[in-house]
């Protein structure tokens, strides 16, 4: 035989391994790239004034999320949200100033809300309508009537929905929150949770021309219209009651959710709540020092103390939560658990991975990151929510309560089963809100008004 041409065969052989191995490996790496384009998740925040660049970074740093859209009625807000998500790793983002487009987009999968309060149960009502997952920051609704709509829209529409209270995916409360459920301080029967920062005031407003860079008719959106004033927007709403739910709800809602988390309570039979406007005599309607009760059955009872405008500090924590047992207490804040005996030594410390903020207005950190993996494991895996919209809802409707009750000066006697207020129509006038015509929240997609009307009656169950 010809060495030449076992020389060519050879090579033959050799060189068409090597070209199939590389076809191999090419249909390989094509494959797994087909497998991460299905198993991509793609969504929208909207609001990127406050929580909503939180939102953007921690979307951005989950496996496989990509942040595609940014929606907002402010075009500055607009601009730079895209620039932030660019900047955190998505390389094409487009930018939106109107919810109802963004949500007929079909290659979106989730939305995630960081808009006003008073937009809330709206977006998310609209999101699910449109076959969207959707993460909403807290609180979950402006008024209880919302949160009870947004229990029937889950069933009905069959998405995910997880509002924003963070602290639930922390290894470190999730594992003292465990020990207290295990005994580790006796009968867990007390949660102080407490909120200090030192706020301005806000002024007095007057009526402005809307600026060029807002749609200030979408920013009302559901809310009946009111002309601009200039005390308003990006974050004083929070302190009217037609847009906003003040300091018990923008703050309250996370540490009330936690003491609710770890003395296992859901609602409660008694809500009773004091303070004021203190401070400042501006525009303000809400409350700067407020401390408000919540009693349950079987001994429990869990306070939320709010200083909106006095940044002293409780156990050296601008907030925390302290749950009180009869063998010892356990302090859970968001970087760390630390729990006591009886006489206030320290038995054990847990801390978190890495650090979140506590009191600044965009709150990221690490507890995001947590929060927002486990958003997106239950849409790809079915992982268990450790913060489903039923849960989220019991902690809003706590602060929302707590509301009411200040408002109307007098403790409310509450339905243990459902959280409604027992034969008080004036508390009850407040359990809705009317909205916009056109707005209004329903089911269905058409005309609703969500405002209640009916009373409890009976005694507690």
Known sequence: MNPSSNYSRRTF????????????????QSYASILGANDRLNVGVIGLNGRGKALVKSASATDNVFVKYI????????????????KSGNK???GEGDIRRLLE????????????DHWHAAMTLMGLQAGKHVYVEKPLSHNPAEGELLIQAVEKYGKIVQMGNQQRSGPASMEAVKMIHDGAIGKAYFGKAWYSNTRGSIG??????????????????????????DNLIHYNWHWFWHWGTGELLNNGTHEIDVCRWALGVDYPIRVSSAGGRYHFDDDWQFYDTQVSSFDFEGGKTITWEGHSCNGIKHYNRGRGALIRGTEGSVMLDRNSCILYDKNGKVVKEIKEAAKSATTNTVGAGYLDSEHMKNFVGAIRNGDAQNSPLTEGHKSVLLCQLGNIAQHLGRDLSINSENGRVRNDPSAMNMWGREYE?????KL??????????????GGNK
């Open 13 to 28: 052989i050799k060189t068409t391994a090597a070209a199939t191995a590389g076809t191999m490996a090419m249909s390989a």
């Open 71 to 86: 929606c907002d009625v402010d075009t500055r807000a607009v601009e730079k949200g895209v620039d932030l998500a660019k």
């Open 92 to 94: 094409k983002v487009k």
């Open 105 to 116: 987009a079909k290659d979106l999968d989730a939305i995630m809300i960081a808009a006003p």
């Open 204 to 229: 007095k407003g007057k009526q402005a021309a809307v600026p060029e860079w807002l749609d200030y008719d979408l920013w009302q959106g559901p809310a009946p219209r009111k002309p601009f004033q």
């Open 437 to 441: 015509p056109g707005w209004e929240l």
């Open 444 to 457: 269905d997609g058409g005309m609703s008004k969500s405002k209640a009307t009916n009373t409890e009656s």
